[in-house]
């Protein structure tokens, strides 16, 4: 099983950028699918996800900036973010958690930096 984020660099405040996460190795449709970040200091965080009917759902700090999509093509999971500010430095994380059981898996993570 693999999960392996791409995408992620230096920007300054007010740009873009887009996460991708490649899955292989296991049923999307047998998995919950999530972005998590972390940032210094800080615990890991949900940022966004789809729920079990396939809504995306993505947390209040990034509403509006955010979006996460899914490409069942090339069974990826991706992360749009604009407007990007200083406080959404992180590494940012790919997850999936089994729906019919505990099973999850992480990616490495992808650091996004954000400069003022």
């Known amino acids: 099983v693999r999960l392996v984020e791409s995408g992620g660099g230096l920007v300054q405040a007010g740009e873009s950028l887009t996460l991708s996460c490649a899955i292989s190795g296991i049923s999307r449709s047998d998995y919950y699918l999530y972005w998590y970040r972390q940032a210094p200091g800080k615990r890991r965080e949900m940022v966004a996800r789809?729920?079990?009917?396939?809504?995306?759902h993505v947390i209040d700090a990034v509403k509006g900036r955010f979006a996460i999509s899914r490409d069942d093509t090339q069974n990826t999971i991706s992360l749009q973010m604009n407007s990007l500010k200083p406080e959404d430095t992180a590494v940012y994380y790919c997850?999936?958690?089994?729906?019919?059981?505990?099973?999850?898996?992480w990616g490495q993570g992808t650091q996004v930096t954000v400069s003022p």
């Open positions: 997850y999936a958690l089994g729906i019919h059981s505990t099973t999850d898996y």
């Open positions: 789809f729920f079990a009917d396939g809504t995306p």
